[in-house]
């Protein structure tokens, strides 16, 4: 158990819809990461976030959007979904904010969200 | 764009047998770390060196560094059927330490 908490572990919903997830970071870490793993893309880089402050984007689409609150957790909203956006969503937490200038990053199971 | 690229894809062994994995990157990084990834599962840290280091252990896993040949290798010693999985070197390079997926070696160990 990493410690980073997503919700929901699965979800389905059909083309069009808006999604949120959800992602508690490990107890003291600092900075968000959210990360898409799909078949042809593999592990793509959204968004990290530090101390509630967007701190590094990614490959993240216009039509997605994510934020951390000052309790520290996290959200991707993910909408007018495509059945391309059909892939497992990871969160990851660490405690500085350069993840990994020399900190672990801790990954959290996926939330795997499936687009119909 | 994938900045690490992990060879082979996919390794099957024997229960026992030691298995290596390799990782080559194309630009300067801070450091390299490696997880393991059950099939539909999280991603599980297993080790992360430096780019000032050379070599690490951690139980039976050795990784190597050669930054001069911008390569990694993940030994794994006395595999297990258990270490069936995925394993993914990822790259933190930049001002952010953004870290760069590779597309992941598939390991299968038989018992």
């Known amino acids: 158990d990493s410690g980073v908490t997503q919700t929901p572990k699965h979800l389905i919903t059909a083309t069009g819809q808006r999604v949120t997830l959800r992602c508690s970071p490990r107890s003291g870490d600092l900075s968000v990461y959210w990360y898409q793993q799909s078949l042809d893309q593999g592990l793509q880089f959204l968004i990290q976030?530090?101390?509630?402050?967007?701190?590094a984007k990614g490959n993240i689409l216009e039509r997605f959007s994510a934020q951390q609150f000052p309790d520290l957790h996290s959200e991707l909203n993910l909408s007018s979904l495509e059945l391309g956006d059909s892939a497992l969503y990871f969160c990851?937490?660490?405690?500085?904010?350069?993840?990994?200038?020399?900190?672990?990053?801790?990954f959290g199971e996926g939330s795997w969200l499936t687009v119909v | 764009s994938q900045q690490g690229e992990e060879d082979p894809q996919a390794l099957s062994i024997q229960e026992g047998e030691n298995a290596t994995m390799n990782c080559s990157y194309k630009?300067?990084?801070?450091?390299l770390q490696w997880y393991r990834q059950n099939s539909g599962r999280g991603l599980v840290h297993l080790i992360l060196?430096?780019?000032?280091?050379r070599e690490k252990h951690s139980g039976r896993l050795r990784v190597t560094l050669d930054t001069s040949k911008k390569s990694s290798s993940l030994l794994i010693t006395a595999s297990r059927a258990a270490d069936t999985a995925s394993y993914f070197c990822?790259?933190?390079?930049?001002?952010?330490?953004?870290?760069?997926f590779g597309k992941g070696i598939t390991l299968s160990v038989r018992p």
């Open positions: 060196i430096r780019s000032n280091e």
């Open positions: 630009t300067s990084i801070n450091n």
């Open positions: 990851a937490s660490s405690v500085g904010k350069q993840g990994s200038s020399g900190n672990t990053i801790y």
């Open positions: 976030y530090y101390n509630g402050e967007e701190r």
């Open positions: 990822a790259t933190a390079t930049g001002a952010n330490s953004k870290l760069t």
